[in-house]
T-cell receptor, first 109, second 110 residues
Framework: KNEVEQSPQNLTAQEGEFITINCSYSVGISALHWLQQHPGGGIVSLFMLSSGKKKHGRLIATINIQEKHSSLHITASHPRDSAVYICAVSLGSQGNLIFGKGTKLSVKP | NAGVTQTPKFRILKIGQSMTLQCTQDMNHNYMYWYRQDPGMGLKLIYY???????DKGEVPNGYNVSRSTTEDFPLRLELAAPSQTSVYFC?????????FGPGTRLTVL
């Protein structure tokens, strides 16, 4: 059974800090997803990646397939980045996802 | 495009009652999914569909049923509500790859 582990569970940062959230998984995957869940509950997909690195604005996602590990980085963090960040992996061809429990990020002004 | 819409937003059910959670997408995606999210836990897949007329069980299907008669709609049916089904339910659609989530339905069973 594939497990998806995220660390840390909770993270508090000061505005402007560089943030890293980690995700590890236990079996081979077809893709890894990073999602953001807003305080109001809505879920938005940030990245889907199967190798290397992707960047969108201040967000960077990396994946190391050999080590079964991914990181989500936020540069120059801002209070509006406060949310739960969720890592998920897809194993097969139907796109079914297995989710981590999420990392709750709070950025203080 | 409205994206993925879900109704209702909130619902309180009594034990043993039935209800249908509605999910509609206007992006012509073949793949649709139902998840539940319990406090402190990751989302769990209930049912999924790879196209109209085709559905399959996910990780936690017991107590639920689905149908997919059109590409747009993927309703989730609870037949005999139980307190264990108190949760937030999310529907998602995908062209296979990135998933697009609805706003969720918060269900309480008392």
């Amino acid at each position: 059974k594939n497990e998806v582990e995220q660390s840390p569970q909770n993270l508090t940062a000061q505005e402007g800090e560089f943030i890293t959230i980690n995700c590890s998984y236990s079996v081979g995957i077809s893709a890894l997803h990073w999602l953001q869940q807003h305080p109001g509950g809505g879920i938005v997909s940030l990245f889907m990646l199967s190798s290397g690195k992707k960047k969108h604005g201040r967000l960077i996602a990396t994946i190391n397939i050999q080590e079964k590990h991914s990181s989500l980085h936020i540069t120059a963090s801002h209070p509006r980045d406060s949310a739960v960040y969720i890592c998920a992996v897809s194993l097969g061809s139907q796109g079914n996802l297995i989710f981590g429990k999420g990392t709750k990020l709070s950025v203080k002004p | 495009n409205a994206g993925v819409t879900q109704t209702p937003k909130f619902r309180i059910l009594k034990i043993g009652q039935s209800m249908t959670l509605q999910c509609t997408q206007d992006m012509n995606h073949n793949y649709m999914y139902w998840y539940r999210q319990d406090p402190g836990m990751g989302l769990k897949l209930i049912y999924y569909s790879v196209g109209a007329g085709i559905t399959d069980k996910g990780e936690v299907p017991n107590g639920y049923n689905v149908s997919r008669s059109t590409t747009e709609d993927f309703p989730l049916r609870l037949e005999l509500a139980a307190p264990s089904q108190t949760s937030v339910y999310f529907c998602a659609s995908s062209p296979l790859g990135t998933q697009y989530f609805g706003p969720g339905t918060r269900l309480t069973v008392l």
